[in-house]
């Protein structure tokens, strides 16, 4: 064998040893690669919990400036929040003259706790807190005042989900 047929001999293909290399190359850069990936989909959980807990707020917080102006909210009594994360979904009746009969609604659907189990339905992945419990000891109650996550990890900031 002499010239292009020597040639293509020696190159057909891979030895042993350099397909060990390649895969122990392989190995280690998928195994360092594993703690970023972690990392990655903690920090889009936390991204997803921020944006939940900003919708909900913002639901209460919507609620109570409607119940506040609401003709007859003097009648109602109580705080002026929801008396659960269902009401702002369901709605309740627009009591303003020129609105009558109307309803209005805060949320589209409850978001859920992207930390908390899958199959809990969304409304009770959270934490609620009255708006007759103490701050330093959030407890449910008569209305949904605040809410928080569930879960009692840690975030990667150090601070706990639920004190978010």
């Known amino acids: 064998m002499t010239g292009p047929a020597r040639a293509r001999a020696r190159s057909r293909g891979f030895t042993m040893v350099e397909l060990l290399v390649v895969m122990a190359i392989l190995g280690v850069l998928a195994a360092a690669s594993m703690p ?9 959980k936390e991204r997803e919990l921020r944006l939940a807990l900003q919708e909900i707020r913002g639901a209460l917080d919507a609620y109570k400036r409607a119940m506040d ?3 007859a ?3 109602h ?5 929801p008396p659960s994360l269902k009401a702002l979904v369901d709605g309740t009746p627009d009591t303003r003259v ?4 109307r309803m209005l609604y805060f949320l589209r659907a409850i ?3 992207p930390f908390a189990d899958a199959k809990t339905p969304a409304e009770q992945t959270w934490r609620l807190r009255s708006y007759a419990s103490p701050a330093n000891r959030p407890e449910p109650g008569a209305d949904v005042y605040d809410v928080h996550s569930s879960s009692d990890a840690k ?4 601070s706990l989900y639920a004190q978010w």
Not at 77 to 81: L, M, Q
């Open 98 to 101: 020129q609105a009558k009969g």
């Open 36 to 44: 970023l990936g972690e990392t990655l989909l903690a920090a889009q």
């Open 69 to 71: 102006q609401a003709p």
């Open 111 to 113: 978001p859920r706790d």
């Open 155 to 158: 975030a990667l900031d150090g």
């Open 73 to 75: 909210a003097a009648l």
């Open 77 to 81: 009594g109580g705080s002026g929040y």
